[in-house]
């Protein structure tokens, strides 16, 4: 059977028009590798990752410089998972529909884009869940950024560059309670102030110092481990160290994800590994580029930020999405037929197919993928 899909291509693409309303911002923030080719669940899959460039003195001369080779690198990344969503319909059951209404392709059509959200939701969560990967953290658990004024975007820029992130292209992806504290600010609604009536007229988030803002509505709100009283031991550590070694004291536990500081410095480090009862001491490690400030050689405190809102900063280099058809069998399988659909907003491709099973049809929506954070060092978490 040839182009069972060809008279669904209009209901799939109105399909996508309202995939296209959902709060996607971390897929079009991040660094893509979206190809048609198939991969399977567990495989590794390699990114291309484009290096900084390098800028130097324009010099008269004959001929042009003989320079402009780049070594273009590469991360291998996971496809962590294939999934699919099922859409069947017999033909009693549209013929049903179809004799009290043509109703049958708007059904259909709502049926693909609930399908397309799902997917799409998922591999925004997945994305957002990177936020434990993440090196330090600026803002106050518990407390909105941008109540009043646009200090948090200043800061977050600040832990960037602190680190030597890359200044072009920054990204910050926040949840919508902080979307609607920056859309009440003033000097953002004033479009003489902000020089833009977007805000105003029509709810655009502007740039702001350097990043582009954009809303998520997967956004994650950590759990804080339940360590207390836990301290370092009498080592120290000097700046730029990464694991720090505890001593045997206090209760609970440090876990992956947690933001943690230490006596006497004020910098909110993410621990990326080491699930610890502190009062068996252990080791955790915190993420590039390490501590801001030493820490002297005597116990010092280690103190669990609470649980908050994961709103993310991040060059788009720093986190890296990759996207595939499901595997195959060589042989194929029993689909009548199947085409890639692409999503214009998020850029996701998702592979639709059809099979003729006896006396109804299923439809099935996949799509293979896998994320990873690139440079912890480069990623930023602005708490809520």
């Not at 859309?183 to 350097?210: C, F, P, Y």
């Not at 099973?357 to 896998?370: P, T």
Request: charged share 20%; glycine share 10%.
């Amino acid at each position: 059977m040839a182009n069972n899909l060809d008279g669904l291509i209009p209901t799939i693409y109105n399909a996508l028009d309202v995939v296209s309303r959902e709060l996607v911002g971390f897929i079009p923030a991040v660094s893509s590798d979206m190809t048609f080719e198939r991969a399977a669940k567990g495989q590794k899959v390699s990114s291309p990752v484009t290096t900084g460039a390098t800028a130097s003195d324009i010099e008269p001369d004959v001929t042009p410089p003989d320079d402009g080779d780049q070594t273009v690198g590469s991360v291998e990344m996971e496809i962590t998972k294939a999934r699919r969503v099922p859409i069947r319909w017999n033909g009693e059951e549209k013929r049903g529909l179809d004799n009290n209404g043509a109703s049958y392709n708007v059904i259909l059509r709502d049926q693909f884009a609930q399908g397309m959200r799902a997917l799409v939701n998922e591999v925004e969560a997945d994305l957002a869940g990177l936020h434990r990967f993440a090196s330090r953290a600026v803002g106050t658990p518990g407390t909105t950024p941008f109540a009043s004024n646009l200090s948090d975007t200043a800061q977050a820029l600040k832990l960037l560059k602190d680190n030597g992130a890359p200044a072009s292209d920054l990204q910050m992806v926040i949840d919508t309670t902080a979307g609607a504290n920056m859309r009440t600010l003033t000097q953002l609604n004033k479009a003489n102030e902000a020089n833009d009536d977007s805000l105003l007229r029509r709810g655009v988030l502007l740039d702001v110092h350097g990043f582009a803002i954009r809303e998520s509505a997967q956004i994650k709100t950590s759990v804080a481990g339940s360590a207390a009283s836990a301290t370092t031991n009498a080592a120290g550590y000097a700046v730029g160290a990464t694991q720090i070694t505890l001593a045997s004291a206090g209760t609970g536990a440090v876990v992956v994800g947690d933001a943690i500081t230490f006596a006497g410095d004020s910098n909110k480090y993410i621990v990326v590994a080491g699930d610890t009862d502190v009062s068996g001491g252990g080791l955790i490690e915190i993420a590039k580029p390490g501590l801001r400030k030493s820490i002297p050689a005597s116990a010092t405190a280690i103190t669990v930020t609470a649980g908050a809102v994961r709103n993310m900063v991040f060059p788009r280099s720093a986190i890296a999405l990759a996207t595939r058809a499901p595997a195959l069998p060589k042989q194929g399988d029993s689909a009548v037929d199947r085409t890639i659909i692409t999503d214009p907003v998020s850029g996701l491709s998702f592979e639709v197919s059809v099979y003729a099973q006896y006396r109804q049809v299923q439809y099935e929506i996949a799509l293979a993928w896998g994320c990873a954070a690139i440079k912890s060092e480069n990623i930023g978490i602005l708490l809520g």
